[in-house]
T-cell receptor, first 115, second 116 residues
Framework: EPEVTQTPSHQVTQMGQEVILRCVPISNHLYFYWYRQILGQKVEFLVS????????KSEIFDDQFSVERPDGSNFTLKIRSTKLEDSAMYFC?????????????FGDGTRLSIL | AQSVTQLGSHVSVSEGALVLLRCNYS??????LFWYVQYPNQGLQLLLKYTSAATLVKGINGFEAEFKKSETSFHLTKPSAHMSDAAEYFC??????????????FGKGTHLIIQP
């Protein structure tokens, strides 16, 4: 069964440094998402992406965050200047058509640790 | 704004016993509803979804959930728990009017513990 893959599984970064999290969505899916889960808290929506532009974003997704589809397969989340509070598990997801009744398929996540 | 409440951050049942994980939503228009499971060190896997067809939805691994509009609930059940069911379970909603691009709203999750 096709799956969403994320790399790396664990990223350790010094505060203030830039970090890029990578995702390969399912190949025929058109909508892509990033979520984060701070330890002990809910999974929170960050951003959705379709047709090479942001569709929706939450209040969390401020100017330090950006997303990109640099080629036909990868989907990246960049955090420009990391803060301690960015430490979390980041999940990438994709869906076939982005309809609200369609399930989103999640990757295994990247655990980001900011020192 | 929608919200999802999962009662009980931890639920412990004996192997072979009934599993009941509770989920309530707050939305004036019934949303689309999903249950996801997360095994240790893995991503979120879809268990089942409610998209306004049958109110009783069957999913993978013997789980099912019933949508009750009058109670704004979508509780997850399994008749007989297995050790392999130990995991974190998340209820999530999707706003019908917002379109899928809005993203899912998740509950806090329920950690299911299976006692031998």
């Amino acid at each position: 069964e096709p799956e969403v893959t994320q790399t790396p599984s664990h990223q350790v970064t010094q505060m203030g440094q830039e970090v890029i999290l990578r995702c390969v969505p399912i190949s025929n899916h058109l909508y892509f998402y990033w979520y984060r889960q701070i330890l002990g808290q809910k999974v929170e929506f960050l951003v959705s992406f379709y047709n090479n532009e942001i569709s929706e974003k939450s209040e969390i997704f401020d100017d330090q965050f950006s997303v990109e589809r640099p080629d036909g397969s990868n989907f990246t989340l960049k955090i420009r200047s990391t803060k301690l509070e960015d430490s979390a598990m980041y999940f990438c997801a994709s869906s076939e058509q982005g309809l609200s009744n369609q399930p989103q398929h999640f990757g295994d996540g990247t655990r980001l640790s900011i020192l | 704004a929608q919200s999802v409440t999962q009662l009980g951050s931890h639920v412990s049942v004996s192997e072979g016993a009934l599993v009941l994980l509770r989920c309530n939503y707050s939305s004036s228009v019934p949303p689309y509803l999903f249950w996801y499971v997360q095994y240790p060190n893995q991503g979120l896997q879809l268990l089942l979804k409610y998209t306004s067809a049958a109110t009783l939805v069957k999913g993978i691994n013997g789980f099912e959930a019933e949508f009750k509009k009058s109670e704004t609930s979508f509780h997850l059940t399994k008749p007989s728990a297995h050790m392999s069911d130990a995991a974190e379970y998340f209820c999530a909603v999707s706003d019908r009017s917002g379109g899928g691009a809005d993203g899912l709203t998740f509950g806090k999750g329920t950690h299911l513990i299976i006692q031998p």
